[in-house]
């Protein structure tokens, strides 16, 4: 995925971000201070928000070219928000991720029924694949959330906050999940998280938005930690803002 | 419940159906059966007339309305995210009745033909629906939004009542008779005509099914999967809006179906998968207004009951009944 010049956000100052180029096959969380424009850069990307200027280019395509429909193939978005829905079974809200590929009835295929099994069977959901969604724990529920994406078949998965509602154990794992997924399946998460000290473990690379700039920007934060937070916090972190 | 009981049920409730039919067809009709000669000297079949020309057209549009009236109310819910909304109480009805109640009153001929009438109702009710659409882009808590529908309500009862006030006694009188709903008013020979318009409606809301599923996980995720929510929302509001315009147009205001039908339909299926709520609320809302027919049938020899009536004093209890066992609604 290619970010050229792109100017984003609902009004000024704008959001920019230079020539930023993603590899498939990896995990990239996105740092920022609350307010700073996470979210909207998630969902700039999704398509949800228009860019008032520059491009996003996926897989060779511009995706402004591209409608809403061909989009979601090519990019999948999970809102910071686990589902609150009543009657609806695991199976039944995993299978919503086959929604773009589906014909003028939304008629489910064999084709679409395998992947949502596969998916099933990859995050180990088979167990409670025929519970309703809204009987499971918050963990199990991102799970879900997760597996939804996963039958979206698109090569870029976009992840608002996904471990807010984890539990320490939980927020461990759902990262380490997002690595092995990402190499594994040769997709790139890129999601928001407020968990410095995890990402400083287990990443190098990381997009924040930089709040003295109001500038989209990847870094090392395995060598840089330090000026990497000074410019996402704009503060020494001591003070509540 | 389970899956695997769906088809089961499906058949069931065919059976249900088929069964109810045919005692609403054929009640107190065996009494009647014998033959006189009209005047040209033929012998004629009353019980065959009777069954032709009213029974069958009453248990046909029970049916169309039943279905009908709960597959519009399942299109708004799910439009609105709430189980509270229905044609009814968004006020989409009072639109149809606001527009027929003008045509009923002032007596204009045209307006008061059977196309007419088709016509005048489906106006308001597109008008109507129009506005809430409107306000529903406004409004996003969708408590204010049922009250804005009540809101309509009491406005173009207001209206009505002015009318009422300053029209002729019998067109009044027609005015209040269909407000009461009735499903004797269609005819043998507009069967066609019906049956062919809300094919074409149940077909085209067939294709809504996708963008309402997606719909259930809000508008922003129906999005993030390729679905158009303002295109779709349009497309909601125009079928929602026909259904009504057809059923108010020949059948009257009939309460509580749109309501009640959708929500008993998600409990018993235990699904948010509308290709199946879609059949259920068709199967459980032609047997729900069959039933109230029936009601009908056999009380007709002790008091007559608008259809309306039986509608709400079967629906309204109902709804509580959700509320107090969800806990919520």
């Given at each position: 995925?290619?970010?050229?010049?792109?100017?984003f956000?609902?009004?000024?100052?704008?959001?920019?971000?230079?020539?930023?180029?993603?590899?498939?096959?990896?995990?990239?969380?996105l740092?920022?201070?609350?307010g700073?424009?996470?979210?909207?850069?998630l969902?700039?990307?999704?398509g949800?928000i228009?860019?008032?200027?520059?491009?996003i280019?996926?897989?060779?395509?511009?995706l402004?070219?591209?409608?809403?429909?061909?989009?979601s193939?090519?990019?999948?978005?999970?809102?910071?928000?686990?589902?609150?829905?009543?009657?609806?079974?695991?199976?039944?809200?995993?299978?919503?991720?086959?929604?773009?590929?589906?014909?003028?009835?939304?008629?489910?295929?064999q084709?679409?029924?395998?992947?949502i099994?596969?998916?099933?069977?990859?995050?180990?959901?088979?167990?409670?694949k025929?519970?309703?969604?809204?009987?499971?724990?918050?963990?199990?529920?991102?799970?879900?959330t997760?597996?939804?994406?996963?039958?979206?078949?698109?090569?870029?998965?976009?992840?608002?906050?996904?471990?807010?509602?984890?539990?320490y154990?939980n927020?461990?794992r759902?990262?380490?999940?997002?690595?092995?997924?990402?190499k594994?399946?040769?997709?790139?998460?890129?999601?928001?998280?407020?968990?410095?000290?995890?990402?400083?473990?287990?990443?190098?690379?990381?997009?924040?938005?930089?709040?003295t700039?109001?500038?989209?920007?990847?870094?090392?934060?395995?060598?840089?930690?330090?000026?990497?937070?000074?410019?996402a916090?704009?503060?020494?972190?001591?003070?509540?803002h | 419940?389970?899956?695997?009981?769906?088809?089961?049920?499906?058949?069931f409730?065919?059976i249900a159906?088929?069964?109810?039919?045919?005692?609403?067809?054929?009640?107190h009709?065996?009494?009647?059966?014998w033959?006189?000669e009209?005047?040209?000297g033929?012998?004629?079949?009353?019980?065959?007339?009777?069954?032709?020309?009213?029974?069958?057209p009453?248990?046909?549009?029970?049916?169309?309305?039943?279905?009908?009236?709960a597959?519009?109310?399942?299109?708004?819910?799910?439009?609105f995210?709430?189980?509270?909304?229905?044609?009814?109480v968004?006020?989409?009805n009072?639109g149809?009745?606001?527009?027929?109640?003008?045509s009923?009153?002032?007596?204009?001929?045209?307006?008061?033909?059977?196309?007419?009438?088709?016509l005048?109702?489906?106006?308001?009710?597109?008008?109507?629906?129009?506005?809430?659409?409107?306000?529903?882009?406004?409004?996003?808590?969708?408590i204010?939004?049922?009250?804005?529908?009540?809101?309509?309500?009491?406005f173009?009862?207001?209206?009505?009542?002015?009318?009422?006030s300053?029209s002729?006694?019998?067109?009044?009188?027609?005015?209040?008779?269909?407000?009461?709903?009735?499903?004797?008013?269609v005819?043998?020979?507009?069967?066609?005509?019906?049956?062919i318009?809300f094919?074409?409606?149940?077909?085209f809301?067939?294709?809504?099914?996708?963008a309402?599923?997606?719909?259930?996980?809000?508008?922003?995720?129906?999005?993030?999967?390729g679905?158009?929510?303002?295109?779709?929302?349009?497309?909601?509001?125009?079928?929602?809006?026909?259904f009504?315009?057809?059923?108010?147009?020949?059948?009257?205001p009939?309460?509580?179906?749109?309501?009640?039908?959708?929500?008993l339909?998600?409990?018993?299926?235990?699904?948010?998968?509308?290709q199946?709520?879609?059949?259920a609320?068709?199967?459980?809302g032609?047997?729900?207004?069959l039933l109230?027919d029936?009601i009908?049938?056999?009380?007709?020899?002790?008091?007559?009951?608008?259809?309306n009536?039986?509608t709400?004093?079967i629906?309204?209890?109902?709804?509580?009944?959700f509320?107090?066992k969800?806990?919520?609604?």
């Open positions: 995925m290619i970010l050229n010049n792109l100017q956000g609902y009004q000024v100052p704008y959001l920019t971000s230079d020539f930023l180029e993603f590899n498939l096959g990896q995990a990239i969380p740092i920022g201070a609350n700073a424009g996470k979210s909207t850069f969902k700039t990307i999704a949800l228009p860019h008032s200027k520059g491009e280019i996926i897989e060779n395509q511009s402004t070219k591209l409608s809403l429909q061909e989009r193939k090519k990019i999948a978005y999970v809102p910071s928000t686990p589902p609150l829905i009543d009657q609806m079974r695991v199976n039944e809200y995993i299978a919503l991720g086959r929604t773009p590929f589906l014909g003028l009835f939304g008629n489910l295929q084709k679409d029924e395998e992947i099994e596969q998916a099933i069977l990859k995050l180990g959901l088979t167990p409670y025929e519970r309703f969604i809204h009987e499971l724990s918050d963990g199990e529920k991102q799970l879900c997760l597996a939804k994406a996963l039958v979206q078949d698109a090569p870029v998965i976009l992840l608002d906050e996904p471990s807010a509602f984890l539990d154990a927020r461990n759902i990262v380490e999940l997002f690595k092995n997924l990402a594994q399946e040769n997709k790139l998460f890129i999601f928001s998280t407020h968990d410095i000290d995890l990402i400083d473990r287990e990443f190098q690379e990381v997009l924040y938005i930089d709040v700039e109001n500038k989209l920007i990847k870094g090392n934060i395995s060598l840089n930690k330090d000026a990497i937070l000074e410019k916090f704009n503060r020494n972190l001591g003070s509540f | 419940m389970n899956p695997s009981l769906r088809m089961p049920i499906f058949i409730l065919l159906i088929g069964i109810i039919a045919y005692f609403n067809l054929t009640y009709l065996t009494e009647l059966r033959l006189w009209n005047n040209q033929e012998q004629v079949n009353e019980g065959f007339i009777l069954l032709k020309e009213f029974r069958l009453r248990v046909f549009i029970s049916i169309i309305a039943g279905g009908g009236l597959i519009t109310g399942m299109l708004m819910q799910t439009l995210q709430n189980p509270l909304a229905g044609p009814y968004l006020g989409i009072s149809s009745n606001l527009f027929i109640g003008i009923l009153l002032t007596g204009i001929p045209f307006l008061m033909s059977e196309y007419g009438m088709v005048t109702a489906f106006i308001g009710a597109l008008l109507f629906g129009l506005l809430i659409l409107l306000f529903s882009t406004f409004i996003k808590k969708s204010s939004l049922l009250l804005i529908g009540l809101m309509i309500s009491s173009t009862s207001a209206i009505l009542s002015i009318l009422e300053s002729s006694a019998n067109n009044l009188k027609s005015f209040v008779i269909w407000g009461m709903g009735s499903l004797q008013k005819e043998f020979a507009q069967i066609g005509f019906i049956t318009t094919l074409i409606l149940t077909l809301s067939l294709t809504l099914m996708k309402l599923n997606a719909l259930v996980l809000g508008e922003t995720s129906a999005s993030a999967l679905i158009s929510v303002k295109r779709e929302r349009q497309k909601i509001i125009v079928i929602s809006s026909l009504i315009g057809l059923i108010t147009a020949y059948c009257g009939i309460a509580f179906v749109g309501l009640t039908v959708p929500n339909a998600r409990i018993l299926f235990k699904t948010q998968n509308h199946v709520l879609f059949f609320n068709l199967l459980i032609s047997f729900f207004l109230c029936s009908i049938l056999l009380l007709e020899p002790y008091t007559a009951i608008p259809i009536g039986i709400s004093l629906g309204a209890p109902m709804v509580i009944l509320i107090l969800n806990g919520r609604i």
